[in-house]
Every structure is written in structure tokens, then in C-alpha cells.
């Protein structure tokens, strides 16, 4: 990549943020309805400015507390965090990537994927999402990361949550009494909340 195209893209993102600052000047809170907020990290991975991603990181969840994002930002993170040598971190938003789509770090590594007969609430999570987005991803990855990804996911620090994340997901897909549901949804709450509570 060119000087002129790095600096091309330092320009989309002060645009995009300034964006942003414009939308919560205006309306008393950030309007993103188009997701500028998640692309923006991909920027800071096309020019491999991996620092700046993660100070972004930061400005993101001070803003975006509640925010779970979508599994290409976990994966941001984590691959920055690779890069800067924060390997700790980057377990946690890779399982975290996982949690968001369970086909898209298969897919990454070359293995084949197959339909799990689970609770897929948004399309994110769906085995057709990681199909379309799995190439950028491994793009916008380092291949460092990718080599390392293909054994982390062997370990049993990433099967174990990840198979309780996807057998009570295959629980709450057939699920219909509201208190067992109820059950459901906070014990992937509070898996979610474990691996993030590490970060």
C-alpha cells in the first residue's frame, strides 16, 4: 500500500468519526444507523495500524458500552491485540468472535463447516454470514494471526466455552417454556459476560 492510500484511509476515518460527533451534536446521542462505528476499525486494520485500533477499541466501549458489535469487530480486536503482543486479550475476542458466528474461524483456517441445528437470533450468527464475509476477514488478518487462530482453536481454552455457547443454543432453538428459555438466554448472558468481564 502506497503512502498516498494510507493516508487516503487515515482520512476516511477522521471523516467517519467526525461523522459520528456530528450525529451526537445533533440528536443528544450517536445515530449510526449505518454502522460506521464497526467499519472504522477496519480501516485501522488495512493500514496495520494495530495501535490505533486498539486506542479506538477504547473510545468504542466508553461510547458503546452495551455494544456486542458483529463477529468482524471482535475479530478487529483480536487481531490487533495479536499484533501488539497481547495475547491474553486476544484469546478473549477471539472466543468472543466465536460466540457472534461459530462457522467464520473454521471457515478462516480452512476447514469445512457444516449447519449446527442451534438458536441463530440474528443473521450475523448464520453460516451463510461467514460465508460472505470470511475472505475480508482472512484479508484483513494477519497471517501470523491466521497460523496461530488454526491452533488456539484446538485448545481446549477455546472448545470449552465455545461448545457450552453452542449446546445451549441448541437447547434454547426448541426451547417454548418461558421460564426454561428464560434460563437460556441468561446462562449465554452470563458466558458472554464471563469471557468479556476477562477483557
Not at 491474553?88 to 471457515?107: P, R, S, W
Request: net charge neutral; glycine share 6%; with cysteine.
Amino acid at each position: 500500500m502506497t503512502e498516498n492510500q494510507i493516508n487516503k484511509i487515515r482520512e476516511s476515518i477522521k471523516r467517519r468519526r467526525a461523522g459520528l460527533f456530528a450525529g451526537k451534536r445533533q440528536f443528544g446521542g450517536f445515530d449510526d444507523s449505518v454502522g460506521a462505528r464497526y467499519a472504522i476499525a477496519d480501516l485501522y486494520l488495512k493500514i496495520a495500524d494495530y495501535q490505533g485500533a486498539l486506542t479506538y477499541r477504547k473510545w468504542f466501549y466508553k461510547n458503546f458500552p452495551d455494544d456486542w458489535g458483529v463477529p468482524e469487530l471482535s475479530l478487529d480486536w483480536a487481531v490487533a491485540f495479536y499484533a501488539t503482543g497481547k495475547i491474553e486479550d486476544c484469546k478473549i475476542c477471539t472466543i468472543e468472535t466465536a460466540f457472534q458466528n461459530v462457522y467464520l474461524h473454521g471457515l478462516m483456517i480452512g476447514r469445512s463447516i457444516a449447519q449446527i441445528d442451534k438458536c441463530e437470533s440474528f443473521n450475523c450468527e448464520e453460516i451463510d454470514y461467514a460465508q460472505s464475509i470470511a475472505e475480508n476477514c482472512k484479508v484483513l488478518s494477519t497471517s501470523q494471526y491466521i497460523e496461530w487462530l488454526a491452533e488456539f482453536v484446538n485448545s481446549d481454552e477455546y472448545k470449552a466455552p465455545v461448545k457450552e455457547f453452542i449446546e445451549i443454543n441448541k437447547l434454547l432453538k426448541n426451547e417454548n417454556e418461558r421460564d426454561k428459555r428464560m434460563d437460556l438466554i441468561n446462562r449465554v448472558s452470563n458466558l458472554r459476560e464471563t469471557i468479556k468481564s476477562k477483557n
